[in-house]
């Protein structure tokens, strides 16, 4: 896998965890969130994980900047 494959999986992934988190929010605003909520949230889960495992087989397992900054800083 070439690193500008790798680059769109890691934009693809936080792309879907903003969605995530959006699907959360109004998940938990909502007084009676409704079945198609909840399943667009699997379907956005399922596929976070599809890209972490299509990353970790090319051997760039995704980390957060928050934990290359840490990473980085140790050394």
């Avoid at 969605?19 to 379907?43: D, H, V």
């Avoid at 889960?45 to 995704?62: I, K, S, T, W």
């Amino acid at each position: 896998m070439t690193s500008e494959e790798i680059k769109e999986l890691n934009a693809a992934r936080e792309s879907l965890v903003k969605r995530r988190r959006e699907m959360a929010r109004q998940i938990s605003e909502a007084p009676l969130p409704s079945i198609e909520m909840a399943e667009e949230l699997t379907k956005i889960l399922v596929a976070v994980e599809a890209l972490d495992r299509a990353l970790n087989e090319a051997g760039h397992p995704y980390m957060s900047q928050g934990v290359v900054d840490q990473l980085r800083a140790d050394s």
